[in-house]
């Protein structure tokens, strides 16, 4: 049975940084492609950032560019997303998924397996 689960939310100021994790286990970690989403209630859900399966290629949606990045610890089964310079417009409920053998694309109707999410607010 795969699992995906999230962690490293929280509150953070303006400014300042945290990273997330994503841990999935059921799956050849090494074979998936993996993303990072995020959705506040209603309101349409965004790609943040994906990475494809072999690793080499990752996308950024343009909010993100320059103060996000994504990484991967093969080994460990887990998925990063190191966020620095936070600002309000970051809040959000921030969700990990996989597929198999996937591109950099990210698209959320592209990935199988979803986590639970992890809520990010930033705010003095």
């Known amino acids: 049975q795969v699992q995906v689960v999230e962690s490293g939310g929280g509150l953070v100021q303006p400014g300042g940084s945290l990273r997330l994790s994503c841990t999935a286990s059921?799956?050849?970690?090494?074979?998936?492609?993996m993303g990072w989403f995020r959705q506040a209630p209603g309101k349409e859900r965004e790609g943040v950032s994906c990475?494809?399966?072999?690793?080499?290629?990752?996308y950024y949606a343009d909010s993100v560019k320059g103060r996000f990045i994504i990484s991967r610890d093969i080994a460990k089964k887990t998925l990063y997303l190191q966020m620095n310079s936070l600002k309000p417009d970051d809040t959000d409920m921030y969700y990990c998924?996989?597929?198999?053998?996937?591109?950099?694309?990210?698209?959320?109707?592209?990935?199988?397996?979803w986590g639970q999410g992890t809520q990010v607010t930033v705010s003095s």
């Open positions: 998924a996989a597929r198999a053998f996937g591109d950099d694309n990210c698209s959320g109707s592209n990935f199988n397996y």
């Open positions: 059921g799956l050849t970690f090494a074979t998936y492609a």
């Open positions: 990475i494809n399966w072999r690793g080499g290629s990752t």
